[in-house]
């Protein structure tokens, strides 16, 4: 049977970097409050020119570069994202328009800030199934263009940026792969992360535009709460299910929302804080690329060494939540 390797890594972010200092000229904020309340100093923030296929090609290509690999052998694109190019064709069609390969499969999943962790999950399903050999698994949002810049609760918490890696078969059992995956999901806290308008329930109206539904909007205490328990309780299942125990691991991916909530989670899981990846005083929270370029900037800065244990972990509208171990 053949494992699934992450073989390469790589990122993309655009070049405007909007401070904490800036938005206080926008919306009624400070610095500190942004800095002590969520610990992101700046974001990036994409322009018109830039849409979320733009930003995810890029990190591709940055994967594909970083190990001088041919584009033509990849054989699928999955890339997860809450802020399409637009509502159909995919992003991933458009990714795959931009690299110029066409033919191989490509599709978008949504699952919010879980949704690269789900696609790790399915490219190793597809690749340990046999089916393919070569996948691409992005994680591209583009926030900024959705958030409320009135709207200090959440603007100040949002950027934007892609994250891509390289899924490939392995023969060999001894040799790095994903150990584990584990997915959930609950309907029931929908409410409380939501863009309302532009679906079939409210499609775009004047009136969805006036109530500004095209929104993000978010019940941030209850998010919290909720992020605190299931980054948790998901780590612990996909350690028990990669038989490892959490003294084993050598690094700790959490999805970047919230410096409390990964201080949290580091706490509860009683790992050493250095063997935490952390990215969101830069880059703020970035949806489902928070995870991949955060993997990406630790693996440019040798921090993943071969036999290391990763666990990536993440929690997201829906409510959806997933982690990853990956044995380096
Ligand atoms: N600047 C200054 N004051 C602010 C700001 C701001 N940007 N935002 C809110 N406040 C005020 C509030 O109005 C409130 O004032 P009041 O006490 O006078 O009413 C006060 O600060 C406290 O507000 P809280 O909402 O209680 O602040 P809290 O400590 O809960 O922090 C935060 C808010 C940062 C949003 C936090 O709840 C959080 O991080 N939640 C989780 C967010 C998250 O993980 N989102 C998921 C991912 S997003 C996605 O999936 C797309």
């Known amino acids: 049977m053949p494992y699934a390797k992450i073989v390469a ?186 863009k309302e308008a532009e679906g079939t329930v409210n499609p775009a109206t004047h009136e969805t535009i006036d109530k500004k539904m095209h929104y993000i909007t978010m019940e941030g205490q209850e998010t919290f709460k909720q992020a605190v328990r299931v980054m948790k309780s998901s780590s612990v299942e996909a350690l028990k299910r990669a038989g490892l125990k959490e003294e084993d691991l050598d690094l700790v991916i959490p999805h970047q929302a919230n410096i409390r909530i990964i201080d949290a989670l580091a706490q509860r899981l009683k790992v050493d804080y250095s063997k935490v990846q952390v990215t969101i005083d830069r880059y703020a929270n970035s949806s489902s690329a928070t995870i991949p370029i955060a993997l990406n900037e630790a693996n440019r800065d040798g921090k993943l060494q071969p036999g290391n244990h990763v666990l990536m972990v993440a929690f997201g509208g829906g409510l959806t939540w997933g982690s990853t171990v990956v044995r380096w």
Request: hydrophobic fraction near 40%; glycine fraction near 8%; aromatic fraction near 6%.
């Open 9 to 194: 890594t790589g990122a993309f972010l655009p070049e405007k970097v909007v401070t904490n200092a800036d938005l206080e000229k926008i919306v009624d904020t400070t610095d500190e409050w942004i800095r002590t309340r969520t610990g992101i100093l700046e974001r990036r923030v994409s322009s018109p020119d830039e849409p979320s296929s733009l930003l995810a090609a890029n990190a591709l290509i940055d994967a594909l570069d970083s190990i001088g690999m041919d584009k033509h052998e990849l054989d699928f694109i999955l890339v997860a994202t809450v802020t399409p190019d637009m509502a159909f064709p995919s992003t991933a069609c458009w990714i795959q328009k931009r690299l110029d390969i066409n033919q191989i499969p490509a599709l978008d999943i949504s699952a919010a800030c879980s949704g690269f962790m789900y696609g790790l999950s399915m490219a190793r399903a597809y690749i340990e199934s046999g089916m393919y050999k070569n996948i691409a698994v992005i994680g591209v949002e583009e926030l900024t263009k959705i958030a409320n810049w009135e709207d200090r609760s959440t603007c100040v918490l949002f950027g934007d940026g892609a994250g891509a890696v390289i899924v490939q078969a392995t023969e060999d059992e001894s040799d790095g792969r994903i150990l584990s995956n584990y997915l959930g999901a609950d309907g029931r806290y929908g409410s409380l992360l939501m």
